[in-house]
């Protein structure tokens, strides 16, 4: 497979993502809203999706490009010994449920990562999120899985392909950093 291959279905990935803009304004919008509240945002997914779980939280709270108060969020994929415990004393398959319990309020958003939107972990975190009054949303890939359904908003990358979804993930989750950046300037 050549580079340029690879590139040409990023580009196809990407061009997809403008029918996404109306969605992905009014979730900056209703994020921007509850960080306002005093209320934070709960990241969450598996292998490279709990990665940029990570990454996301990390540029809420440390900063994307411009100097700002930090933005309350949290991974929920950083604790090992809590996912290593429920995992083993409990099921992998609800390891975010209990750090939701634990941390989440309502008027929180729990936005769970899942390429296929079929992990159950992912799937248990975003019913627990609803059921604590948590509003939810899902990065998924195409067709948005069993998430698309299930999440009180769902963000389908248009495409299968696993590397593609997480880069529109990390792309979609990026611009999100820039809006916050950008609103955090007007309100100040």
Same mark, same amino acid.
């Given at each position: 497979?050549?580079?340029?291959?690879?590139?040409?279905?990023?580009?196809?990935?990407? +061009?997809?993502?403008?029918?996404?803009?109306?969605?992905?304004?009014? =979730?900056?919008?209703?994020?921007?809203?509850?960080? /306002?509240?005093?209320?934070?945002?709960?990241?969450?997914?598996?292998?490279?999706?709990?990665?940029?779980?990570? *990454? =996301?939280?990390?540029?809420?709270?440390?900063?994307?490009?411009?100097?700002?108060?930090?933005?309350? /969020?949290?991974?929920?994929?950083?604790?090992?010994?809590?996912?290593?415990?429920?995992?083993?004393?409990?099921?992998?398959?609800?390891?975010?449920?209990?750090?939701?319990?634990?941390?989440?309020?309502?008027?929180?958003?729990?936005?769970?990562?899942?390429?296929?939107?079929?992990?159950?972990?992912?799937?248990?975190?975003?019913?627990?999120?609803?059921?604590?009054?948590?509003?939810?949303?899902?990065?998924?890939?195409?067709?948005?899985?069993?998430?698309?359904?299930?999440?009180? +908003?769902?963000?389908?990358?248009?495409?299968? +392909?696993?590397?593609?979804?997480?880069?529109? *993930?990390?792309?979609?989750?990026?611009?999100?950093?820039?809006? =916050?950046?950008?609103?955090?300037?007007?309100?100040?």
């Amino acid at each position: 497979m050549s580079f340029k291959s690879t590139l040409i279905r990023h580009q196809t990935m990407i +061009e997809g993502l403008f029918a996404l803009e109306p969605q992905l304004v009014q =979730l900056v919008k209703r994020i921007a809203q509850s960080l /306002a509240n005093g209320n934070k945002v709960l990241f969450f997914g598996n292998g490279g999706s709990a990665s940029d779980a990570q *990454h =996301l939280a990390a540029e809420f709270v440390v900063r994307y490009h411009k100097e700002r108060k930090p933005l309350a /969020a949290i991974a929920l994929t950083t604790d090992t010994s809590i996912i290593t415990a429920h995992g083993n004393d409990f099921s992998f398959d609800t390891i975010f449920d209990r750090q939701i319990q634990a941390l989440a309020k309502p008027g929180d958003i729990a936005i769970g990562l899942s390429t296929s939107g079929n992990s159950a972990n992912v799937i248990n975190g975003i019913k627990t999120a609803q059921n604590n009054d948590v509003w939810t949303c899902a990065f998924t890939g195409d067709s948005g899985g069993q998430l698309k359904a299930l999440a009180d +908003e769902c963000i389908c990358v248009p495409d299968r +392909e696993t590397a593609r979804i997480q880069e529109g *993930h990390i792309l979609i989750g990026h611009w999100l950093c820039e809006a =916050l950046d950008e609103a955090e300037q007007t309100d100040s």
